[in-house]
């Protein structure tokens, strides 16, 4: 047995500062936990722990009573921060339905926003996005399909994406 575990103080002084004190410090926890009993007892139990390990605790002086309160006091303090840490637990009742992992739900979702805004652009800029990324064509096999230069399809694409970009964050900003 280490030093935190020996009693610092006889069981009589003890018994006589729980009797003298239980109702009271009870009532007060129970006001700050919002009524909520188990709490309450859990808290005065700690305090009486804590005054039993607390040598320079007299149970006799009217300080005492103070000091108990200061301590549930902080205890109550401790508990409540903690449980605003954690999220809160929920009930036995039914978890609404959520998508699964594979997220298909946000790829039709991705595909309808992507596909409304690539039917905004001009008919040039979409037939480059078209080819490049859907039909996955490199810029020399797109030039030679529009027949225009590699440098006129780069600058295109690059125009084409802004405005795509451009659509899908104008798109995002009016659906928030």
């Not at 797109?142 to 230069?149: C, F, I, K, Q």
Request: glycine share 6%; charged share 30%.
């Amino acid at each position: 047995m280490n030093e935190r575990d020996a009693c610092p103080r006889g069981s009589a002084e003890l018994e006589e500062l729980y009797r003298c004190h239980r109702r009271t410090l009870f009532r007060y926890v129970l006001r700050r936990t919002c009524g909520d009993a188990y709490l309450a007892e859990d808290i005065v139990q700690e305090t009486f722990l804590r005054a039993w390990r607390t040598p320079d605790v007299d149970a006799l002086s009217g300080s005492c009573r103070g000091w108990l309160m200061t301590v549930a006091r902080n205890l109550v303090i401790d508990r409540l921060r903690g449980r605003g840490c954690r999220p809160p637990e929920t009930g036995d009742g039914e978890l609404p339905q959520v998508p699964g992992p594979d997220g298909a739900h946000d790829r039709v979702l991705t595909s309808l926003m992507l596909r409304e805004a690539m039917a905004s652009l001009t008919p040039r800029r979409r037939e480059i996005l078209v080819q490049m990324y859907f039909q996955d064509k490199s810029l020399k096999q797109v030039s030679e399909a529009l027949g225009v230069p590699v440098g006129t399809v780069k600058s295109r694409a690059h125009a084409a994406l802004r405005a795509l970009r451009s659509e899908l964050d104008f798109r995002e900003f009016c659906a928030a």
